[in-house]
């Protein structure tokens, strides 16, 4: 009875500890604010630029479409910052191999011969075109990602705040459970 007074004790503390989590939003990042939705997972949020931070906690002026809104803290709002814009270069390889190799190696294995009925002196059975179309179509596929990848940015995240910044650990131990603090940055 003694844990479970103190676990319910502890978990009602959380709310309070998540606002007193402390943030590195200054005036001039670029962020990115999203809400908890009541049937889970998060909205698509607001992107803009800091103007202000408020006194009275994480108070975030957003610059949209050149109307500034207010970002409150509270743990059902999730804020990140940007960490700089990277080249999706690999990204781009990554696909490009898998699409071309895909592609061409069932075009191969749509276009190989059944070669224990004929009797030519060259043939190409299923699995060899197959294998030589995925080759092929890997190795270009794999140029026209990187190429088109290396032309393309993606924008690269970092958490500041929300509720996956500070949690409760409960865990089982002999006797009764275990209490602690996770902390996720």
Not at 30 to 45: C, F, S
Not at 122 to 127: K, L, M, N
Not at 134 to 155: C, D, K, Q
């Amino acid at each position: 009875m003694r844990s479970f007074i103190l676990a319910a004790a502890f978990v009602s503390q959380v709310p309070a500890l998540l606002a007193q989590a402390k943030t590195s939003v200054v005036p001039g990042d670029r962020i990115w604010a999203q809400n908890h939705r009541p049937t889970g997972g998060w909205d698509r949020g607001i992107k803009g630029t800091v103007v202000s931070v408020g006194e009275d906690g994480l108070r975030l002026d957003v610059t949209v479409h050149g109307a500034p809104i207010v970002v409150p803290e509270s743990p059902e709002v999730r804020v990140r910052v940007s960490a700089g814009k990277r080249s999706s270069a690999l990204r781009g390889l990554g696909y490009g191999f898998a699409i071309g190799a895909s592609a061409l190696g069932v075009a191969g294995l749509a276009a190989g011969e059944d070669c224990s009925h004929s009797p030519g002196f060259i043939c190409f059975d299923r699995g060899a075109t197959a294998a030589a179309g995925a080759i092929v179509g890997g190795g270009l596929g794999a140029i026209i990602g990187l190429i088109v990848g290396g032309l393309s940015h993606h924008e690269e995240w970092r958490a500041v705040s929300g509720p996956a910044s500070l949690r409760p650990v409960v865990a089982p131990a002999r006797g009764g459970a275990r209490l602690g603090v996770g902390l996720s940055f």
